[in-house]
């Protein structure tokens, strides 16, 4: 089986956490789904995790985090004083004497949170994207790059990167299985986000935070926040090479003016339904990535790679090429846990998992397609890279 690429730097050993005891203390910025979720397999990797914080803005997420959580025993140890609510839950949980930060708040706040946790010198889970726009990218790639020189470890939510099926099928696609690859194709037609209900009693501002995955200026769109794994999995495939330009193509949809009804998509929020983009790389490969989200009858995902020799299918594991038609065992159901595990282990371990070029260049290149949707016209990498050395 193929391994994941992931950077490591070497640690001591053995290393003693929680003030010379082996517990791995672990906060929780963030308390929603993913977040709780985060949280539940970072105890589940390793007898030595303890969550010990929790932080969100809202004290009803981090009540429900803590009831889920209260449930698997000692390992959460968190009393109602390191429960921390507020814009300001983050700074709290990163001083509380936790050793690792679980950020799973809103991608708008990501590269604050994220800046915040590696200056105090921890250990970071973050999920994806990193960011909703350039300048956030850039703010975390620096964060990244000052986490890694210090030994820091930094994995990220694209957790396809360690799933053992896409692990399999990727590096058979960069052994030449289908020759050499021209176009990666990764479209999405899938039903709408959760959303949470508008209530009386909210503070104003409070609903649309609370729904913050329908409002671009919380979740970048869904381009960003969801579809930025599919591209992902197609930069990988790309070699991890930076696009030269991205452009939008013929279905790609512009954002409401209405506030709460995204016409007729049926969506709350100011997100677009439809985004369709083209990215274009140096030697002329292409990557077609669309992402429709709306009210559907059934999702519906179509993942391909087009080669010089053949194709792959992402979704169905299936490979036709120089060696004839394979299949690829069905896929686990751990990646998350996987990447969890990877955190966890190389901590304890002293070999520390580092995602941050990736998770950083994916990131862009989601935000790269949205802006060139947006706008209309042809956005290049250099444009919103900059001279960002971490991002070339």
Known sequence: MATTC???????????????????????????GRGTGAALQAIAADPSVR?????DAFADQVASAAEVLGRVGGQFDCPTTQRFVGQDAYRQVIDSGVDVVLLAAPPHVRPLH??????A?????????VAIDAAGVVRAAAAAARSRAAGLALVSGFCFRRDD????MVARIHDGAIGRTRLVQVHASIGLPWQKPLESSLASGEWPLRNWISFARFSGGHFVE????????????????????????ACSARPSDGAHDNGASGAIGDCPAATAVRYTYADGRTIDASIDR?????????????????????????????RGSTAVPPPGPGRFSAAMTALVGGILSGLVAHDGDTMCRSTLMAVMGRVAAETG??????ELAGGNAPLA
């Open 6 to 32: 992931v950077a490591a730097s070497t640690l001591p050993p053995g290393r003693f956490f929680a003030a010379g005891q082996q517990r791995l203390r672990v906060g929780l910025v963030g308390c929603g």
């Open 51 to 55: 969550v010990v914080a929790l932080g």
């Open 114 to 119: 994220l800046e915040a946790a590696v200056a």
């Open 121 to 129: 010198g921890k250990h970071v889970y973050c999920e994806k994207p």
């Open 165 to 168: 099926r896409m692990v399999e």
């Open 226 to 249: 969801q579809h930025v794994q599919a591209i992902d999995r197609a930069a990988w495939i790309m070699g991890d090479v930076a696009p030269l330009t991205a452009a939008g193509m």
């Open 294 to 322: 709306r009210e559907q009858t059934r999702d519906r995902i179509v993942e391909t790679v087009t080669g010089s020799a053949g194709t792959c299918d992402l979704v169905r594991g299936s490979i036709t090429g120089r």
């Open 377 to 382: 016209r042809s956005v290049s990498w250099s």
